[in-house]
């Protein structure tokens, strides 16, 4: 059984930063792409960035390439968000989901089918 387990979120004002991390669980978890997600109250969950199964292949929303950065570490089975020059749009809950596909790369598949493990989310608030 694998599990995702988000962290890092909190509040922070305009412009600052924060480190999202996701801690997986279960045997080949390097083996596969993960994405992050975000939901904020009232819209539909977005893809914000994804991460290929070896780390070589990433994928960034338009809204928040250039000031996001995922990347992930094997060795910890942990994949990280860097996220710098926060915007108010930027407050949501924020998901990291499994990729299905095993040696797949980053992607920006949206639809839940392509997934099979999703954290809890963890909740990011920008504001002064």
């Known amino acids: 059984q694998v599990q995702l387990e988000e962290s890092g979120g909190g509040l922070v004002q305009p412009g600052g930063s924060l480190r999202l991390s996701c801690a997986g669980s279960g045997r080949s978890f390097s083996s596969y792409p993960v994405s992050w997600f975000r939901q904020a109250p009232g819209k539909e969950r977005d893809l914000v960035a994804a991460?290929?199964?070896?780390?070589?292949?990433?994928y960034y929303a338009e809204s928040v390439k250039g000031r996001f950065t995922i990347s992930r570490d094997d060795a910890e089975n942990t994949i990280h968000l860097q996220m710098n020059r926060l915007k108010h749009e930027d407050t949501a809950v924020y998901y990291c989901?499994?990729?299905?596909?095993?040696?797949?790369?980053?992607?920006?598949?949206?639809?839940?089918?392509?997934?099979?493990?999703w954290g809890q989310g963890t909740q990011v608030t920008v504001s002064s």
């Open positions: 989901a499994r990729d299905a596909t095993m040696y797949g790369l980053a992607n920006d598949r949206t639809r839940p089918i392509h997934y099979d493990y």
């Open positions: 991460i290929s199964w070896d780390g070589e292949d990433t």
